[in-house]
């Protein structure tokens, strides 16, 4: 099945977020699914890397690609509208869904807030997953669209991840067949993915795993990393 996606601009009263309604129709103009798309803040230390497809929201930029290590022949974008909605199921009622978080990786050597969130976190439904993780977790030449030098803790709320998450699924799975990962937090320093389950990035990155249930897998892998 095949889906167009459709964006209508509603004024809104706060200047520092644009929402947009998106409607999800197959090729006979049914409506399958609706989602509303918030219009993230600016990111700091956001880039323009060369070769690479982005999509521009104001300041906050989304690189679209395909590496063949993101990919399964099994891949079903349609997985990845599941995947969100398990996204905000998993993480709507905790405290930091609305309000930021620290988010930190695994060479994080400072203090850490109680309620800090350890990455890298996964959040799969069937074929898709999405991935929070530091960026500086990637290597020179790893991070498809270019290298990002961040930091090893940065705050952000889910809500914005789960935000980031639908301008990636509409702008790059759903417009263009592709995957895709934009910066999020506030410096910068977390990376919002989509890419098949599966795939060698997803074995290759460890943390933990969280699947919807009803993909009939368990609610919670503790994954280890394989070599990439």
């Excluded at 199921?89 to 695994?106: A, D, H, K, R």
Aim: charged share 15%.
């Amino acid at each position: 099945m095949y889906f167009h996606i459709l964006a209508l601009l509603w004024p809104c009263a706060s200047v520092a977020a644009t929402e947009f309604s998106v409607l999800l129709t197959n090729t006979t103009g049914d409506v399958s699914q609706a989602f509303t798309l918030t219009q993230l803040g600016p990111v700091k230390n956001t880039t323009i890397p060369e070769n690479s497809t982005i999509e521009t929201y104001e300041d906050v930029l989304v690189n679209c690609a395909r590496p063949a290590t993101w990919d399964t022949p099994s891949f079903n974008a349609a997985d990845c509208s599941g995947a969100i909605d398990f996204l905000f199921f998993e993480t709507s009622l905790t405290e930091c869904y609305s309000q930021p978080c620290v988010f930190y990786g695994v060479n994080a050597k400072t203090r850490i807030p109680t309620n800090g969130q350890p990455t890298p976190r996964k959040y799969k439904f069937g074929s898709c997953t999405i991935g929070i993780l530091m960026l500086n977790e990637y290597g020179p030449g790893e991070l498809p669209g270019g290298d990002i030098k961040g930091a090893s803790k940065d705050k952000a709320s889910y809500m914005d991840l789960e935000q980031g998450a639908k301008h990636i699924f509409a702008n790059c799975v759903l417009k263009q067949g592709l995957f895709g990962w934009m910066q999020a937090g506030s410096d910068g320093s977390i990376g919002i993915f989509i890419w098949a389950s599966g795939s060698p990035e997803d074995l290759y990155i460890g943390g933990d795993s969280y699947q919807d249930q009803t993909s009939g897998s368990p609610a919670v892998l503790n994954n280890s990393a394989v070599a990439r």
